[in-house]
């Protein structure tokens, strides 16, 4: 098997990261803290590698009307 590339290790980080946060209302801005990266490169990272539709999805709701 091949070494891992740079971006094989950031895409594991940035969701190892966003698992950590999931749920939380500010996901995107304590993700970008704990990688030292800005905000807006955590949202451009989540739509290069796809992410979208698991960690930005909003959760639907099942109350009644």
């Known amino acids: 098997p091949r070494p891992p590339t740079l971006e094989d290790l ?14 939380e209302t ?8 704990e990688l030292g990266i800005a905000e807006k490169t955590v949202y451009n990272w ?3 590698y796809n992410l979208g539709e698991t960690y930005l999805r909003k959760p639907s709701s099942t109350g009644g009307a």
């Open 10 to 23: 950031k895409r594991e980080t940035l969701i190892a990261s966003l698992e950590r946060h999931r749920g």
């Open 26 to 33: 500010d996901m995107a801005r304590l993700v970008a803290e």
């Open 46 to 48: 989540i739509e290069r």
